[in-house]
C-alpha cells in the first residue's frame, strides 16, 4: 500500500496536522507500520516534498480586517483581544497573566514588531497569517564569521551570507516563517499558504516552506528488517489495537507513553516501562484492568509495538542526520551540537524530528 492510498484501520485522536512517522504503527496497527515504511521508501527516493521543520518563537498571528484594518496578535490573543495598534498590543501583554516581570519587556518587543509588520504588509491584503518568529529588534541576529546566526528557540540557526536568504535576512528587522492563513479573526480553520511573496519586503523576510535541496539514502536492510517485523508481529498488533467496548482510546494511550518516555529522554527503555509508567499515569484502572488482559492475550503485541517503534525511528534518524550534514544554505545546532528540530514531509504530514535528541521545551 502507498502512502498516498493509505486508510487508517482505526479513527485516533492525535491533536496535531503531522505526527512522528513511528506513531503510525499504534494508531493503526500493521497497515500504519507498512505506511511507515513506504513513506521511508519515498524519502529515499524523492525528498521534494521534505521541508526544514524551523524552531520558531514566539507565534504571531497578523493580517488585514476586511476594511483594510491592520491587526496582529500572539498565540494568547487570537480570537481574544483584536489589537488594532502596537499600544493596544502591549498593553494586553503587559495587563496579561499574573504580572510577571518578562512582560514589560515583551510587551515593547511586540509593540515594535507590530510597527514594522503593519507598514511591511501590503494594504490590499485581506485575512490572517500565522507563523513563528525567527528573529526580531528584541531578539536580532548576529554575523559571525561563519554566516547569519539567530536563536529564536532552542535551535541555532546559520545562514550563508552569500546565500539568497542571507542577502535577504541582512537587509531586513524581523524574519517570520508562516504555516497557515485564515479568512477570519480568530478562526480555527486555517489552509496551508503556498506563496508569501506578497508579505515580504526588505525590513521583513517572511519564509514559507524551506525545502530540503539534498536527497538522502535509506539502507534496505533496516526497511527489510522493520518489515520482516510486521510480519511477525502485526496479526496479534492489530488485535490487541482493536477498540474494545470500555476502552476505545488505547492507541492513544500508548501515545502518551511514548511521548512522554521521550520528554525524559528514556527511549532506550521504551519496551520494559510501558506497565510502570501506566500504574501511576492518569489511565483509570479499569482501563488500566483491560489492558493488562489484553497483554496476557495477546502477549506479543506490545514487545512489537515498541520494536517496530524503535527501528522505525532508527531508519527516520539516519535520513535526518543526512540531510543535518548535508551542504546547505541553513545550518542548524542545539546546544552547540549539529542538527535542530527536524524536517516535515508534507505531502504524507509527517514529521520527521530525531527524539533521541530532540526535546521540545
Same mark, same amino acid.
Given at each position: 500500500m502507498?502512502y498516498?492510498?493509505? !486508510?487508517p484501520?482505526?479513527?485516533?485522536?492525535?491533536?496535531?496536522?503531522?505526527n512522528?512517522l513511528?506513531?503510525?504503527?499504534?494508531?493503526?496497527?500493521? =497497515?500504519g507500520a507498512?505506511?511507515?515504511? =513506504?513513506i521511508l521508501k519515498?524519502?529515499?527516493s524523492?525528498?521534494?516534498?521534505?521541508?526544514?521543520?524551523?524552531?520558531g518563537?514566539?507565534?504571531?498571528y497578523?493580517g488585514?480586517?476586511?476594511?483594510?484594518?491592520f491587526v496582529l496578535?500572539?498565540?494568547? &490573543?487570537?480570537?481574544?483581544q483584536?489589537?488594532?495598534?502596537?499600544d493596544?498590543?502591549?498593553n494586553?501583554i503587559?495587563?496579561?497573566?499574573?504580572g510577571?516581570?518578562?512582560r514589560?519587556?515583551?510587551?515593547?518587543?511586540? #509593540?515594535?514588531i *507590530?510597527?514594522?509588520?503593519?507598514?511591511a504588509t501590503p494594504?490590499?491584503?485581506r485575512?490572517y497569517?500565522?507563523?513563528?518568529?525567527? *528573529?526580531h529588534?528584541g531578539k536580532p541576529?548576529?554575523?559571525?564569521?561563519g554566516?547569519?546566526?539567530?536563536?529564536? @528557540?532552542l535551535?541555532?540557526?546559520?545562514?550563508?551570507?552569500k546565500?539568497k536568504l &542571507?542577502?535577504?535576512?541582512?537587509?531586513?528587522?524581523?524574519g517570520?516563517?508562516?504555516?497557515s492563513?485564515f479568512?477570519e479573526f480568530?478562526?480555527k480553520?486555517?489552509t496551508?499558504?503556498?506563496?508569501?511573496? =506578497?508579505?515580504?519586503?526588505?525590513?521583513?523576510?517572511?519564509l514559507g %516552506?524551506t525545502?530540503?535541496?539534498?536527497?538522502? @539514502?535509506?539502507?534496505? +536492510?533496516?526497511?527489510k528488517?522493520?518489515?520482516?517485523l510486521?510480519?511477525?508481529y502485526?496479526?496479534?498488533?492489530d488485535k490487541?489495537? #482493536?477498540?474494545?467496548?470500555?476502552?476505545?482510546d488505547?492507541s492513544n494511550i500508548?501515545?502518551?507513553?511514548?511521548? %512522554?518516555?521521550?520528554?525524559? !529522554?528514556?527511549?532506550e %527503555?521504551?519496551?520494559?516501562?510501558?506497565?510502570t509508567?501506566?500504574?501511576?499515569s +492518569?489511565?483509570?484502572?479499569? +482501563?488500566?484492568?483491560?489492558? #493488562? =488482559?489484553?497483554n496476557?492475550? *495477546?502477549?506479543?503485541?506490545?514487545p512489537?509495538i515498541?520494536k517496530?517503534?524503535?527501528?522505525?525511528?532508527?531508519v527516520?534518524?539516519?535520513?535526518?542526520d543526512?540531510?543535518d550534514?548535508?551542504?546547505?544554505?541553513?545550518?542548524?545546532s542545539?546546544?552547540?551540537? +549539529?542538527?535542530?528540530?527536524?524536517?516535515v514531509?508534507?505531502?504524507?504530514?509527517?514529521k520527521?524530528v530525531?527524539?533521541?535528541r530532540?526535546v521540545?521545551?
Open positions: 502507498r498516498s492510498e493509505f !486508510k484501520l482505526i479513527e485516533a485522536v492525535k491533536g496535531r496536522e503531522y512522528h513511528e506513531d503510525n504503527v499504534f494508531f493503526y496497527g500493521s =497497515e507498512q505506511n511507515a515504511v =513506504e519515498k524519502l529515499g524523492d525528498s521534494s516534498d521534505v521541508a526544514i521543520k524551523w524552531d518563537n514566539p507565534t504571531v497578523w488585514r480586517e476586511q476594511d483594510g484594518t496578535v500572539g498565540k494568547n &490573543g487570537w480570537g481574544k483584536m489589537a488594532k495598534s502596537a493596544e498590543l502591549s494586553f503587559k495587563n496579561s497573566g499574573k510577571e516581570d518578562w514589560e519587556r515583551f510587551g515593547n518587543e511586540m #509593540a515594535a *507590530y510597527k514594522i509588520m503593519e507598514v494594504p490590499e491584503f485575512g497569517v500565522y507563523g513563528d518568529l525567527l *528573529y529588534p541576529y548576529s554575523v559571525t564569521e554566516g547569519i546566526e539567530f536563536t529564536p @528557540n535551535v541555532t540557526y546559520t545562514v550563508n551570507t546565500s &542571507g542577502q535577504r535576512i541582512a537587509k531586513s528587522k524581523v517570520v516563517v508562516v504555516h492563513k479568512d480568530g478562526s480553520q486555517g496551508p499558504i503556498s506563496n508569501v511573496d =506578497e508579505l515580504n519586503s526588505d525590513n521583513v523576510v517572511v %516552506q525545502y530540503v535541496t539534498h536527497q538522502p @539514502n535509506i539502507d534496505t +536492510k533496516e526497511v528488517n522493520i518489515e520482516s510486521i510480519n511477525s502485526g496479526q496479534e498488533i490487541f489495537l #482493536a477498540p474494545i467496548k470500555g476502552l476505545s488505547l500508548i501515545y502518551t507513553y511514548v511521548n %512522554q518516555t521521550s520528554k525524559s !529522554k528514556n527511549l %527503555q521504551l519496551e520494559n516501562n510501558f506497565f509508567w501506566l500504574s501511576s +492518569k489511565v483509570s484502572a479499569g +482501563k488500566q484492568k483491560k489492558i #493488562a =488482559e489484553l496476557d492475550t *495477546y502477549p506479543k503485541a506490545l512489537g515498541f517496530l517503534v524503535k527501528t522505525i525511528m532508527v527516520k534518524d539516519h535520513i535526518i543526512q540531510l550534514n548535508a551542504d546547505t544554505d541553513v545550518k542548524a542545539t546546544d552547540g551540537k +549539529k542538527g535542530g528540530e527536524g524536517y514531509a508534507l505531502g504524507s504530514k509527517t520527521l530525531p527524539r533521541t530532540w521540545p521545551n
